[in-house]
């Protein structure tokens, strides 16, 4: 079984979130990429794949919605986890309507976002062993 180090993308215009998350996801083992800007996320992306984008609905520029169906048109198989401090169920409706894997509210607990990107990588693993 190869053992492929998990890579995740994070892309939030408030530098605290990648500035948390960054060290901690490492810690874990994580490949991480972080980013305050979604131009600069989409020039990533179209230079590579990852397997797990966290992301931002509320951006300057382009917005997480905008993102996100970018990422999973380009590959169908990353999953994609919404961070937002403006979640509301149409929001939320949205982003699953587009594949998005799951979806929190800010503020949220590093334990929470652990959790879940450890379910991504956890579907995604069954996916390919499928």
């Known amino acids: 079984m190869e053992n492929k180090q998990t890579s995740i993308l994070i892309l939030d215009d408030e530098p605290i979130v990648g500035k948390r998350l960054k060290p901690s996801l490492e810690k874990k083992g994580y490949e991480v990429e972080s980013f305050t800007s979604s131009k ?9 794949s990852f397997d797990i984008v966290v992301t931002d609905l509320k951006m300057e520029g382009m917005d997480g919605m905008q993102f996100l169906t970018l990422v999973k048109e380009k590959y169908p198989d990353t999953e994609v986890i919404v961070i937002t401090g403006f979640a509301t169920m149409a929001t939320a409706r ?6 998005v894997f799951d979806f929190l509210a800010k503020p949220f607990k590093l334990g929470e976002i652990v959790e879940v990107i450890g379910r991504a990588e956890a579907k995604r693993k069954k996916s390919r062993e499928a």
């Open 94 to 99: 949205e982003s699953y309507n587009k594949g």
């Open 40 to 48: 600069e996320a989409l020039e990533r992306i179209e230079e590579r």
